[in-house]
């Protein structure tokens, strides 16, 4: 099969390189504006050519986009315009916005709105690898929207990545999201913040940081280009989540002046819940 | 080498495992009340005896202080009044109440405060391993209060279990560690809490849980036991980092009240700067 990768970074590069290895994908077209990154998906072999993004779409039987998702929605219209029996999937972190804008489009059904549930701070076709989405989940939405050959496809494909398949409505996958990805970088990114400006004082302070520290603020190193706009899309679930989230930490500040150690073991034993779900 | 572990699990029973791979100890005595602790510290051989602390201090060259900080406030004093030649550490992350303490005891000299910054969410002997301090930092505090042959069997140990070691006040150590450890489990806990509470409406949520909040929520299933005795003994410190914690998700919480994504970029930005420092 023939397919278009729209964005080589990550996500696109991967799903390339996993696409091949399984043998899937014969020959895969990249569109990719950044020149650095065209030239390193052509030497990793994550594609086999750059083309503009009509050529790649036009040549492919499947259009992958993973590119940031207020790059998806600017392009997204074109590409349907000029499908036939092709198939094309987006693979952004939000989705009811760009469902929104494709709902009445007579293409629409050759469209497979996917969320595969795996990243890392990296960015960029450097940051692509083989195996990365095995064993996580990838959330399909509306999916009797969908064609049926072009859902069938969907499924080959992400059981080649040998992903979990959860089918749900684009509103509650963004509800969902806020809680389970994009809240987790805004602590990150508040928490990178919160020690870097007192790291402008004491620059021992990370001499110590260690396993916990490092795991909790790995996602700030992510790519605002690719976080800016999903929280701009997704900004009514965030600004939900967050708002909890600030209160629940309120909680613990309350106790802390409060001296109310009994309640903060409340709440450390409530969070410790997250074992039953987090393994 | 006679060692003492008082409290084996998953620090002091990590210690007592590598320093008897390494030969540093040939017998090590266990302290341990939790009787399935102290069974499953001699199944797995971690130690060869459990013994009633002050006969273990007696036994050993060097005991190790592995219990909850509140726990090894309440022992320290009698431990220190039982040594002679004998060398004590505690592996605390909280470090100005304890040393505070024994600051005007005779053996005073005897004692090494030290903090090896390493651990996991999980505790307990079945939690000990073999090689996690490796590469890893321990601070050693108030090292001009320790007598001189301790002072070397604490680089000794410290050197054997591939530690990088720094040198700090009891102060400064506890305000470090409140930005690079105590928060960090604050804000998972309140992350953990945060999605706990919107999973009661929605169980499908943790399906789509990947590893980014995995990352970000895995402190949280850490024990209050231990934890909420280092929250007390540091609470200015730690309730400092909450507050400038709290501030900085309030800026984020701004930025999407005002839609102005312009300085949410330049937030995510300077978080990005965590790279220098993470690798």
Avoid at 110 to 135: C, I, L, N, Q
Avoid at 149 to 173: P, Q, R, T
Wanted: charge should be neutral; hydrophobic fraction near 40%.
């Amino acid at each position: 099969m023939k397919v278009a990768i729209i964005g080589t970074g990550l996500i696109g590069g991967s799903m390339a390189l996993s696409l091949r290895k399984k043998n899937f994908a014969n020959t895969i077209y990249g569109v990719e504006q950044n020149e650095v990154n065209a030239r390193r998906a052509l030497e990793r072999k994550i594609v086999d050519e750059i083309l503009p993004v009509q050529d790649a779409v036009a040549k492919a039987d499947l259009t992958i986009i993973s590119v940031p998702v207020n790059a998806a929605e600017k392009m997204i219209l074109p590409i349907l315009d000029s499908v036939e029996n092709q198939v094309v999937f987006d693979v952004g972190s939000t989705k009811s916005s760009l469902c929104n804008i494709i709902k009445n489009h007579p293409n629409r059904g050759r469209f497979v709105a996917t969320h595969p549930m795996w990243g890392t701070e990296y960015s960029g076709p450097d940051a692509a690898t083989e195996s990365g989405f095995e064993d996580k989940t990838v959330v399909i939405c509306e999916k009797g929207k969908t064609d049926k050959d072009a859902l069938e496809l969907a499924k080959k494909v992400y059981g080649i990545l040998k992903m979990k398949i959860v089918y749900m409505n684009a509103e509650a996958h963004d509800i969902h999201a806020a809680y389970v990805s994009h809240i987790s970088h805004i602590t990150s990114f508040a928490l990178a913040n919160t020690v870097l400006e007192k790291e402008k004082e004491e620059s021992a302070i990370f001499e110590m940081a260690s396993g916990g520290f490092e795991s909790t603020v790995r996602l700030a190193k992510s790519n605002p280009d690719m976080w800016l706009p999903i929280f701009q899309q997704n900004r009514e679930n965030v600004l939900d989540v967050l708002n909890e989230h600030i209160s629940q930490l309120k909680k613990f500040r309350s106790c802390f002046e409060k001296d109310n150690y009994d309640y903060m073991r409340t709440l450390i034993e409530n969070a410790n819940k997250i074992k039953k779900i987090i393994h």
